[in-house]
């Protein structure tokens, strides 16, 4: 499910610190990873040449601090936009996950500050593992991951099974937001009645994986925030429906930006790693 990834290394962040927390887990160590360092454009040949030298120092140091075997490894220096590049080099590998480090700039912020992260999210539809620069990675046991009935969120189930199916004593918490409001809380046998998890309990059962059931109430983005923090999670997984800008791809997505996208608010607000799968729609 995951053989190619991406990872776009900046050179600060915890991108390489999130990828290695990935390689702990079997399924993923057979994955071809490419690293892409991206050198911005200068005004003069002088600062190129610095600027080269620079990206492949970095570019080297990222690649050695990988724990995979280097046979599965390579680098990839390019220059230009760097929203642009880390677009292009997904499509050139073909890469099943992108991972990149993110500011967790709300959202105005992060187009006004012209956020890489934030753009890429917006026009790929590629699986992307987004890490802000101010948590600690922990490996990964803990999953959370929300449920409903959406083809989006099969995705995401899909890939919380994939991944915790070979780690040892790790746990997946399913996540279902009731429509009510005012709902209770519940966790356990009473969650595991809600028949919104019907198909996802079959799933984790059959997989061989240990689950635990939440239903929790409130706005989404909060909920699913909250249920994460408490559950402990080490990776929040959730399901993003592709919806590229319909005019053209240089213009942002200002209705999803700026309105209530539930990924977009756990983009910027869960407090571990937010994994999110794409669903053309």
């Excluded at 930006?257 to 937010?274: F, I």
């Amino acid at each position: 499910m995951i053989e190619k990834i991406l990872l776009a290394d900046s050179g600060t962040g915890r991108s390489e610190d999130m990828l290695n927390a990935l390689l702990a887990i079997p399924s993923i160590q057979r994955a071809m990873v490419t690293v892409l360092h991206v050198v911005p454009p200068q005004t003069s040949s002088d600062s190129m040449t610095e600027k080269w030298e620079e990206g492949g120092k970095t570019l080297a140091t990222a690649v050695q601090s990988l724990k995979i075997d280097q046979s599965h490894v390579s680098a990839m220096l390019r220059e230009g936009d760097p929203k642009d590049q880390v677009l292009k080099a997904a499509d050139e590998v073909n890469a099943d996950l992108i991972i990149m480090g993110s500011r967790g700039l709300k959202r105005l912020v992060s187009i006004l500050e012209n956020s890489v992260s934030q753009y890429v999210f917006q026009l790929s539809s590629r699986p992307m593992l987004l890490v802000k620069d101010d948590i600690f990675v922990r490996s990964i046991n803990r999953i959370a991951v929300a449920v409903d009935k959406s083809e989006s969120s099969k995705q995401a189930l899909k890939m919380a099974l994939f991944l915790a199916r070979d780690i040892k004593g790790g746990q997946v918490t399913l996540i279902h937001i009731d429509s009510n409001p005012k709902g209770a809380e519940k966790v356990g046998a009473e969650a595991e009645r809600d028949p919104a998890f019907a198909d996802a309990i079959t799933q984790a059962k059959q997989a061989g994986v240990a689950y635990k059931a939440v239903v929790t109430a409130g706005k989404a983005g909060e909920a699913i925030c909250r249920v994460a923090d408490e559950t402990k999670a080490d990776l929040l997984i959730l399901g993003s429906p592709d919806r590229r800008p319909s005019i053209a791809k240089g213009l942002p997505d200002l209705d999803r930006l700026l309105g209530t996208s539930l990924s977009d608010y756990v983009r910027v607000y869960a407090n571990c790693p937010v994994l999110l799968t794409r669903t053309l729609g």
